[in-house]
């Protein structure tokens, strides 16, 4: 018996292979497409030069053939060679019966740690790829299933994991790592996609080569800087992460610190960069007005070139995408030749970069601070007064970090989610809403209308176990599930539309408002909106003040989720709103961290002792962010 490489098409299924049941290949063919053909298929020559008949491996040779036809792994074709054994010394009955008689089949983690093994006694990817007729790609997949926590392993062998969801945990190198996220399984909710959680929680504290600070680093030079990437063998396009996120924002911080330095040698008062585009910062600022400069020869020749170019793509009566962006360059063009900061100007205002989403620098310029407005002619040039001087910022007044208002509109949400899913009015509202607008462009409504789960997740504490995750969770387990098909189920869609057909109103009822709560994307109360909004969603506020969303019974302040992640002043404004004003003033030389810890132990739902007086305890358990609460009813 020998082993030859043989083209898929040379190959036919033998009359003699005893399997003659009909079985699915659906999981057999997804493995091959992840890891490779992991056993030799057993041939016999068919008596035409170069073909053989399969005697053994019918499985593994139809889920080859279906994954040719499919044509969605270029790397499998019908020229594709694939490993066989030629047998030709005996029967073809009695070689398949042979085989799946007598052969117990080897599971793939074994096989995994097998390779394992082999490179361990020095043996290379490139080695054991020429040795098995493989590619080196799925020699290194293997090795990296190998490399997962030996106790993901022994789960994958019990059944308890799926080889996708083994998979998912190979993002990260760290089996430690792996082991935690392993061990944090049995919080997911039944309905979650297990291997998109494990990857988001495996890659929190990374950063995907697409992101814009990779772009706007270069991968080169983060690597040149020490750092690592991960590339996830079994995503379709190679997808990598930088594993050091924190390396790669200092980075991309020095980079446009450099640019900032540049800026204010052209001559500009201050110079600011930030790594994403903050609009608070803009909108606190007055923009001055560039001003229409006097043009040479050369300079009105070359705008006459520019614009009878421009006025060629007006006139076209038809234009794509590359005319519009053609355009716009152009205009900018003429607009840069035409107008421009004077250095009266610029001695007097500021200039702002940030990285945009497609990793360019973009320039805010002429940004004026009220403090540093002139009353001068500077501020008349441009036919505006200059701002009147304004206090400094009380600390208690300055914003929340983005990171806090990102986990507080995620538990907002997540309140509002079980609200709506426990509401059939309320949600077939909202998604009447949704389309209405959808179909007439009128606006925006606040759903994803495919009906997909906002999976909801904050930096501090796990949403599934809050009182409104737990609500959620009983709304999802009460709902009848028994029309499903089974793990070892085919899903046939006639029967799944007629079983749904078959339900109750009330079912009808259940299953839709749930599917539409879940489906709810959050905001906050001062949310500004993306382009063309400008505010938060009136919609959303609304519906959450016809639900009387008892937002204090579902969020609670803890020294965690917020108050060590406010300033002092922050800190002692919620005391004194809540506790009570002496009782902050009395604290306003404690150390930040003290008074924190001090306030999250007033706030605790079932305080140890009586620390609080009755109506401080009213206060309390009254008291959210006001970025949380919904406004009353009207009407």
Not at 125 to 150: C, S, T, W
Not at 521 to 548: H, I
Not at 584 to 595: E, I, P, T, V, Y
Request: hydrophobic share 40%; proline share 5%.
């Amino acid at each position: 018996m020998t082993i030859q490489m043989i083209p898929l098409k040379n190959l036919n299924l033998s009359p003699a292979n005893v399997r003659k049941v009909k079985t699915t290949t659906a999981g057999l063919e997804a493995s091959i497409a992840s890891v490779g053909l992991l056993q030799n298929l057993v041939v016999k020559p068919n008596g035409k030069a170069g073909h053989f008949e399969v005697i053994g491996g019918k499985r593994r040779f139809i889920a080859l053939t279906n994954l040719a036809k499919a044509g969605k792994h270029p790397e499998i074709t019908d020229s594709t060679e694939f490993p066989c054994k030629v047998d030709d010394a005996t029967t073809g009955k009695e070689q398949s019966l042979a085989e799946n008689f007598q052969r117990e089949a080897m599971h793939p983690a074994d096989e995994f740690e097998a390779f394992q093994a082999l490179i361990d006694e020095g043996k290379t990817p490139k080695d054991i790829a020429a040795r098995f007729g493989i590619k080196v790609r799925d020699v290194e997949k293997r090795l990296a299933l190998a490399a997962v926590h030996p106790k993901i392993l022994k789960a994958y062998r019990a059944g308890d994991l799926t080889l996708d969801e083994v998979m998912a945990f190979t993002v990260a190198t760290s089996p430690d790592r792996q082991a935690e996220v392993f061990d944090g399984l049995g919080s997911v909710p039944t309905y979650a996609n297990k291997v998109r959680w494990i990857k988001d929680q495996l890659t929190t504290d990374k950063a995907t080569a697409s992101n814009p600070l990779a772009k706007f680093v270069g991968i080169d030079a983060y690597k040149a800087a020490g750092g690592t990437v991960t590339t996830d063998l079994f995503s379709e396009n190679d997808h990598s992460y930088l594993d050091d996120g924190e390396l790669l924002v200092k980075l991309a911080t020095e980079k446009l610190g450099g640019m900032v330095q540049e800026a204010l040698a052209d001559g500009w008062a201050w110079a600011h960069g930030d790594l994403e585009k903050e609009w608070e910062f803009v909108h606190a600022h007055e923009q001055l007005e560039e001003i229409e400069v006097k043009l040479t020869k050369k300079q009105q020749a070359e705008i006459a070139k520019l614009q009878k170019r421009l006025d060629a793509l007006n006139d076209k009566e038809e234009t794509d995408n590359d005319d519009w962006e053609e355009q716009e360059r152009l205009e900018d063009q003429i607009a840069s030749l035409t107008h421009a900061f004077t250095p009266e100007q610029k001695a007097a205002s500021g200039v702002y970069l940030y990285v945009d989403r497609d990793c360019t620098v973009e320039r805010v310029e002429g940004l004026q601070r009220p403090e540093d407005a002139p009353e001068t002619e500077v501020a008349a040039t441009v036919g505006e007064k200059a701002p009147v001087p304004q206090k400094p910022v009380d600390p208690a007044d300055k914003p929340l970090t983005d990171a806090l208002r990102s986990d507080l509109r995620q538990s907002r949400n997540q309140i509002m989610q079980l609200y709506v899913a426990r509401d059939f009015g309320m949600a077939f509202d909202l998604l009447l809403h949704k389309m209405i607008v959808d179909h007439l462009d009128l606006g925006t409504g606040i759903l994803d209308a495919r009906v997909t789960a906002q999976y909801l997740r904050s930096t501090v504490e796990d949403l599934q176990e809050s009182p409104a995750g737990q609500e959620l969770a009983g709304l999802f387990d009460a709902l009848p599930r028994d029309f499903l098909p089974g793990d070892d189920e085919d899903q046939d869609a006639d029967k799944l539309f007629d079983a749904i057909r078959a339900f109750t109103p009330e079912t009808k009822q259940a299953w839709f408002a749930y599917l539409v709560g879940v489906s709810v994307q959050g905001q906050l109360a001062d949310d500004k909106g993306g382009y063309p909004a400008t505010s938060a969603n009136p919609v959303y506020e609304r519906a959450g003040a016809l639900l009387d969303i008892d937002m204090p019974r579902y969020f609670r302040a803890t020294q965690a989720n917020y108050f060590d992640r406010i300033n002092k002043g922050q800190l002692l404004k919620v005391a004194a709103e809540t506790v009570g004003q002496e009782w902050a003033q009395s604290r306003a030389n404690a150390k930040k961290g003290d008074l924190s810890a001090t306030m999250g132990a007033k706030f605790e739902r079932d305080p140890a002792d009586s620390r609080n007086t009755p109506e401080q305890q009213v206060r309390i358990d009254a008291w959210v962010p006001d970025v949380m609460a919904f406004p009353k009813a009207q009407g």
